[in-house]
């Protein structure tokens, strides 16, 4: 067998292979388990055949290039893509994606633009076009109807996090809609001229696409589905008036009857059709607010962007405080309303400009291809194509996209390439001047070298990041040094990676921790090995911090790693307040990082500073519980228990369910000898969490104050149950036993001698 035909061989398994798997694809060895993975198989697979296929050009002796004015629309949304992670906020992620995000960054874009060309060039025919779309269709269908299985606790995987009813291989529930609805047209028009073995089965996926948009119900989805059926039927009238037969246009009529329907009476749902997953995302108002603070800030941005994938840099930024009077307050939006807003925020004008070019010119192509075809089974097959691309294009102003989204966006567009393109441009290595011939090669060859290199170092981030995942797996078994272990090991294979840096330096933390509490060994060695992991903690902070200095989330472990070394660590204090002062500046809008710092101050005894930090807090959100502890803590600390006491009455207004809060007001009560008011709120706390050690302790501790005793024994009892080992709560249950008060030659503790901390306190991941 000659090379060439291998190559080729080699070419169409990879694209054949890709457009079958990504719908489906995911691996349980990341913590990404789906975009990261489609993201790599896109890469290999692409690499192999964009290789292959080069080198059976090398072989033949001249390049064969498709002459396409859409195609060269791909390269231009590609180079706005470059442009935008030249002058991005994170170069590394804008480029390579994870740790932030895997569908919209540059390698993603290079995979998917390769894609195309690959998929213009490699395929022949409309015959060899139709199998390709024909295994696409169906490898979406079965991940919908495996959305479908899951949605309704139908699970087969024995993997944890497919046991969670919202996992599918598509993205979010209502994603799964959306992408049924676009692949429908293009699953009908396929079934019209099939053969007879695939016609059935295409035939059924049209009609369970359809069924599942039913079960699913969501507005946008039946847009998209109403648009491109609209596409569709536009053409199957042009050519069944051609042919004289209208039969086959009437049930896409009713599909789109159906469509109007339920976005015309809102709520109505199918019986027994599974609950679908609430989705929150910024407004277009709220993203049109982010772009205008970012041309403010920066005027260049509103051209080129922040960089692929940084949305949540921005969003984080500019985000309008008033939705910290919402529960999302917290989140951290990697996505907005709109993927061509999304457009907008990260790739400026610039991209949005390249991107609506690219589809206005699909659109203008492939019209005016269609209607100058004469083959009924091509313009059926073109029709499908067009319908389906008019379908992910409108999905972009309704919905952000994820990888499949963008997979199904650029496979059509490559279609369209094809069915549109001129005839093939021939650049001959053999003929002309051989230092033609001789360029040509080299170039060639280069191209090589630079995507086997670039293969090489993705493997390498790959394995680093299989690494870190096991680390992070192995410390959620407590094994502490063999998750530093692992995840060491994956900042030696990546030391951009933010997330490893940030992870690792509170791994350190907790073996500190761990050797603080270890009474096995001598003092000087546990002294030195307290160094040692502190030393280690606040280097691999720095590290995170370094690598990505816009990553508030960085800021906030490296105040918290400082934070809890204030006393043990010269200088501590002063690093954690530029920490979370950093975070502050990434993140105006939250109260988490002046909250930090008011608890910085606490630590340092400087109750003042900390009550101006903790009233700014509250300034921007009124009811956020850790804020109002700590401002009486505050004043505690001052020596001013009634305002104190004031302060945690106020807060009680507006968080009346705060456990934490329940707790804290009712030992000033105890302190103040209130031990009425004392009783209610550790019963109160007791009322929401049964296994609340503090609460029940400080709760038996009033019941022997007031003389009921028995009650008293109920509630250490509890404690006792709760926490085996603690010789304390033994010794209160003699005295009681005895006759004797709870606390009886133990003295009266400061605070209760049981680790769960009754603060509710915000954890950066």
């Not at 053409?235 to 015309?264: C, H, T, Y």
């Not at 692929?308 to 529960?327: E, H, M, Q």
């Not at 707790?663 to 009783?679: C, H, P, S």
Request: charged fraction near 15%.
């Amino acid at each position: 067998m000659k090379s060439t035909v291998i190559f080729e061989k080699i070419s169409h398994i990879s694209l054949y292979a890709l457009v079958v798997l990504l719908p489906l694809w995911f691996l349980p060895v990341t913590q990404n388990v789906l975009g990261y993975q489609k993201q790599a198989l896109l890469i290999v697979l692409v690499f192999a055949g964009f290789a292959a296929w080069l080198a059976k050009q090398v072989q033949e002796g001249e390049l064969r290039v498709q002459k396409s004015w859409l195609l060269l629309a791909g390269a231009g949304v590609l180079f706005a893509a470059g442009i935008s992670t030249i002058f991005s906020l994170w170069q590394y992620g804008s480029f390579w994606g994870w740790p932030l995000d895997v569908t919209d960054n540059f390698l993603s874009l290079f995979g998917f633009f390769l894609f195309a060309i690959l998929l213009s060039h490699v395929v022949k025919d409309t015959k060899q076009l139709s199998y390709l779309l024909s295994g696409f269709v169906v490898s979406g269908t079965v991940a919908t109807l495996y959305a479908l299985a899951q949605m309704k606790g139908i699970a087969f995987l024995p993997f944890e996090f497919s046991g969670v009813k919202t996992f599918n291989t598509i993205g979010s529930t209502n994603s799964v809609g959306i992408f049924a609805a676009f692949l429908l047209p293009l699953a009908w028009s396929l079934a019209s001229f099939a053969s007879r073995v695939w016609r059935g089965v295409l035939w059924a996926a049209a009609f369970l696409l359809f069924g599942s948009l039913l079960l699913l119900n969501f507005e946008a989805a039946w847009i998209v589905m109403i648009t491109g059926l609209v596409v569709l039927l536009g053409f199957d009238m042009w050519n069944a008036r051609k042919r004289e037969q209208f039969g086959r246009i009437s049930l896409p009529m009713i599909f789109i009857l159906v469509g109007f329907f339920f976005l015309v009476v809102n709520g109505v749902g199918i019986p027994g059709a599974p609950e679908r997953q609430a989705e929150i995302s910024p407004t277009w108002r709220g993203e049109l607010a982010i772009v205008q603070g970012m041309a403010g800030e920066n005027p260049l941005s509103l051209a080129v962007g922040s960089g692929p994938g940084t949305f949540v840099f921005d969003y984080t930024k500019f985000r309008d405080a008033s939705l910290n009077d919402t529960i999302f307050w917290s989140a951290r939006f990697e996505k907005g309303a709109a993927e061509i807003l999304d457009w907008l925020v990260t790739k400026g004008t610039l991209g949005v400009f390249a991107l609506l070019g690219m589809i206005g010119l699909g659109l203008f192509l492939g019209i005016r291809r269609l209607l100058t075809e004469e083959d009924s089974a091509a313009l059926a097959l073109g029709a499908g194509i067009l319908a389906s691309f008019a379908g992910v294009s409108l999905s972009f102003f309704l919905y952000p996209a994820n990888f499949v989204f963008w997979f199904t966006f650029w496979i059509l567009a490559s279609c369209l390439v094809f069915l549109t393109g001129k005839k093939m441009h021939v650049i001959s290595f053999k003929r002309g001047p051989s230092y033609v011939g001789f360029a040509g090669s080299l170039g060639l060859l280069i191209v090589l070298m630079a995507e086997f290199g670039l293969f090489i170092v993705g493997a390498q981030k790959y394995y680093a990041e299989v690494e870190y995942t096991r680390g992070i797996q192995t410390s959620r078994q407590e094994n502490i040094e063999e998750a530093i272990a692992k995840v060491e090991h994956a900042t030696e294979l990546n030391a951009s990676a933010d997330v490893y840096w940030r992870d690792l330096g509170q791994l350190y933390l907790e073996q500190a921790n761990q050797i603080v509490t270890n009474q096995t060994l001598p003092e000087d060695v546990r002294r030195q090995q307290i160094e040692v992991a502190v030393d280690r903690a606040t280097r691999a902070v720095q590290q995170a911090t370094n690598a990505a200095p816009r990553n508030v989330a960085n800021w906030n472990v490296r105040g918290l790693i400082y934070r809890n070394l204030i006393g043990a660590l010269p200088e501590a204090e002063k690093f954690a307040v530029t920490s979370y002062e950093q975070a502050l500046a990434l993140e105006p809008a939250s109260p988490f990082p002046l909250t930090e710092l008011g608890r910085v101050k606490i630590l340092s005894s400087q109750a003042q500073e900390a009550i101006e930090y903790l009233e700014k807090a509250i300034t921007l959100k009124s009811d956020y519980a850790p804020a109002h502890y700590l401002i009486a803590v505050a004043y505690d600390q001052m020596g001013n228990q009634a305002e104190a006491i004031r302060k945690l009455e106020d807060a009680k207004l507006v968080t009346p369910g705060d456990t934490g809060l329940a707790f804290q007001l009712g030992v000033l009560y105890y302190r103040q000898q209130e031990l009425g008011k004392a009783r209610d709120e550790f019963e109160r706390a007791k009322g929401v969490n049964l296994r609340y050690s503090n609460a029940r302790y400080m709760l038996g501790l009033v019941y022997d104050r007031l003389d009921r005793r028995q009650d008293a024994i109920a509630e250490f009892a509890a404690v006792a149950a709760l926490n085996p080992d603690n010789q304390e709560v033994r010794t209160i249950l003699s005295n009681l036993a005895a006759g004797r008060a709870a606390l009886d030659g133990i003295g009266q503790p400061s605070t209760p001698p049981i680790q769960d901390n009754p603060e509710e306190i915000e954890q950066e991941e």
